[in-house]
């Protein structure tokens, strides 16, 4: 099935294709994902009304359940739309249904979602819901050239279909020719989505610089410049590089190299 294309122009000059994803597609993330929180909903409503109904018993303060129906009403609405917002930002622009059906969110850069991007777009949806159902999204998707809601114009966000990796094996860049050969691989360093989200673009470029530089200087040259920059970077996951040795940063940085990769550089 062929999807429609969009281009993105990086900073950096760099054409970059996705493809959209359309009403049908977005249609099916969102019925799971609501499906989820359904659930979720119904069974929260159950617990706190059985839970009001044995406090009842020793306190006048549940009476009627009034306290319960209000803890349900404010739970399902931050549910509701924090469930959205937060698995959008943590987890690469997928929530449980777009990983399913194989879409997510990004920037109109091709970055991925900020914070206050996944915050402005899911905090639309209380207009987007209107007048009931969703109409107007629904409307928006499927009239915009590119499927935008009306969360997604104001928030500067896209929602395009996953890159499938190729089967075919690529010819390996210098780099990845050394990554393999140490037998490093994500694996190697564990680096939580929080941690990952701190680094910014200039870090993204210093460590690529870093990883495409390293074959080409002297062993003298190359550690001193691995201390510098691991100087820099590794106290940012909490890597202690005082009295490491310079091979032992070098495989950190590479590793590193391949967890900013996957956030910041999307291969064609």
């Known amino acids: ?4 294309q ?9 054409s970059l294709q ?11 993330a969102f019925i799971i994902d609501q499906t989820l929180i359904m659930l979720f909903n119904i069974a929260f409503f159950i617990s706190v009304l059985l839970v009001s109904d ?7 303060f549940f009476e009627g359940s009034t306290v319960g129906i209000a803890i349900v009403i404010i739970v399902i609405f931050i549910v509701n739309y924090g469930y959205f917002f937060f698995l959008e930002f943590f987890t690469g622009g997928r929530t449980l249904g777009k990983k399913i059906v194989g879409i997510r969110v990004i920037q109109d850069n091709g970055h991925s979602i900020t914070l206050l991007s996944s915050f402005i777009r899911n905090i639309m949806r209380l207009i987007d819901a209107l007048p009931t159902g969703y109409f107007l999204g629904i409307i928006m998707v499927f009239f915009h050239s590119k499927h935008k809601r ?22 390996l860049t210098g780099i990845e020719k050394v990554i393999e050969e140490r037998g490093l691989s994500k694996e190697s360093l564990g680096v939580d989505e929080w941690t ?10 210093l ?11 002297p ?17 940012k996951i909490g890597v202690d590089v005082v009295g490491k040795p310079e091979y032992e940063l070098e495989n950190t940085l590479l590793v590193l190299y391949l967890h900013l990769r996957d956030e910041w550089e999307y291969e064609l």
Do not use: C, N
């Not at 044995?54 to 006048?60: E, F, G, P």
């Not at 460590?207 to 200087?217: E, G, I, P």
């Open 6 to 14: 969009m281009e993105v122009k990086t900073p950096e000059y760099v």
């Open 18 to 28: 996705f493809s959209l994803a359309g009403l049908g597609s977005r249609a099916a």
């Open 196 to 205: 990952l989200k701190s680094f910014k673009d200039k870090d993204w470029k």
């Open 54 to 60: 044995k406090l009842s018993s020793y306190t006048t």
């Open 150 to 171: 009306l969360g997604d114009l104001v928030a500067g966000t896209i929602v395009v279909h996953e890159r499938k990796p190729k089967r075919k094996k690529k010819k």
């Open 219 to 235: 062993e003298t040259e190359r550690y001193q410049m691995t201390r510098q920059i691991a100087d820099i970077l590794l106290p």
């Open 207 to 217: 460590v690529k610089t870093y990883a495409s530089r390293l074959q080409q200087l």
């Open 1 to 4: 099935m062929s999807h429609e």
